[in-house]
C-alpha cells in the first residue's frame, strides 16, 4: 500500500550508498537528516559485493540504530548496491515499517541489466527483486528530473519530500551526503555522484 501523509519541515529521513567496489565486503553508508538542512547521524554497515544480503543487511543497520523509531523515509541510491546486491524494497519497508524511495538519475537500461544477470547463477531470483520494485516514475526536476520506485508512500509524498531535501542538487541531500560519506572514507577523499 502507497500512501501520502504530511510531511514537517524536519522529517527524519535516511539517505543510503554504497562505497567503491575495491573489497569483497562493501561499506554502506546512512545519513541521517532532519528534512535537508542538517545531519543527525550516520550509520555504517557492511554488505558482501554482488551477494544477496542487501536488503538483510540495510534492515539490521536500521533496526538497531537508535534513530530507528524517528526515521520516517528511506531513500536508496537505486536498488542495486556493491555491484548486484539488489535491495528488496518492498521487503525492506515490511520488515522496518518505513517508506522507501528508490532514487535514479537516469531510467535503467533493463536490456543491459538482464544481461548482465545471465553471468549470474541466481540471475533470474534476483531479476524478480528487481521487478518486483515496481513502476518507475518520472520526477520533474528544476534541472532535469529523477526517476523514482517507492514502497509504501504516495508519489505526491515523494514529491514534497524530494523537494524538501534536494537543496544542493536534484538529488535529496540525505543521499548525496551518505554517498560523499562513504566514497570518502574507502578512496580517502569523496567523488563521484550520489
Known amino acids: 500500500m502507497n500512501i501520502d501523509?504530511?510531511?514537517?519541515?524536519e522529517i527524519?529521513?535516511?539517505?543510503?550508498?554504497?562505497?567503491?567496489?575495491?573489497?569483497?565486503?562493501?561499506?554502506?553508508?546512512?545519513a541521517v537528516f532532519r528534512g535537508g538542512d542538517w545531519i543527525d547521524g550516520v550509520l555504517r554497515?557492511?554488505?558482501?559485493?554482488?551477494?544477496?544480503d542487501a536488503t538483510e543487511v540495510i534492515c539490521n543497520m536500521i533496526k538497531k540504530s537508535k534513530h530507528?523509531?524517528?526515521?520516517?523515509?528511506?531513500?536508496?541510491?537505486?536498488?542495486?548496491?556493491g555491484g548486484f546486491n539488489v535491495v528488496d524494497i518492498q521487503m525492506l519497508y515490511r520488515e522496518t515499517g518505513i517508506p522507501v524511495i528508490v532514487v535514479?538519475?537516469?531510467?535503467?537500461?533493463?536490456?543491459?541489466?538482464?544481461?548482465?544477470?545471465?553471468?549470474?547463477?541466481?540471475?533470474?531470483?534476483?531479476?524478480?527483486?528487481?521487478?518486483?520494485?515496481?513502476?518507475?516514475?518520472?520526477?520533474?526536476?528544476?534541472?532535469?528530473p529523477i526517476y523514482i520506485q517507492r514502497a509504501?508512500?504516495?508519489v505526491e509524498t515523494v514529491?514534497?519530500?524530494?523537494?524538501?531535501t534536494s537543496i544542493r542538487s536534484n538529488i535529496p541531500e540525505p543521499l548525496r551526503v551518505a554517498h560523499l560519506i562513504?566514497?570518502?572514507?574507502?578512496?580517502?577523499?569523496?567523488?563521484?555522484?550520489?
Request: aromatic share 8%; hydrophobic share 35%; no cysteine.
Open 68 to 81: 530507528y523509531d524517528q526515521i520516517r523515509t528511506v531513500i536508496l541510491d537505486g536498488i542495486t548496491y
Open 152 to 154: 509504501g508512500i504516495g
Open 104 to 144: 535514479m538519475r537516469s531510467y535503467p537500461d533493463f536490456e543491459k541489466i538482464k544481461s548482465a544477470l545471465k553471468y549470474f547463477p541466481d540471475g533470474e531470483e534476483r531479476w524478480t527483486i528487481i521487478k518486483r520494485a515496481g513502476k518507475i516514475e518520472r520526477i520533474p526536476g528544476e534541472k532535469s
Open 5 to 9: 501523509f504530511h510531511i514537517k519541515p
Open 12 to 30: 527524519r529521513i535516511l539517505g543510503i550508498d554504497d562505497s567503491a567496489l575495491l573489497n569483497e565486503k562493501v561499506m554502506i553508508v546512512g
Open 159 to 164: 514529491k514534497k519530500i524530494i523537494r524538501l
Open 45 to 52: 554497515s557492511e554488505i558482501t559485493k554482488d551477494g544477496l
Open 182 to 194: 562513504a566514497t570518502g572514507i574507502i578512496l580517502g577523499e569523496s567523488r563521484g555522484k550520489a
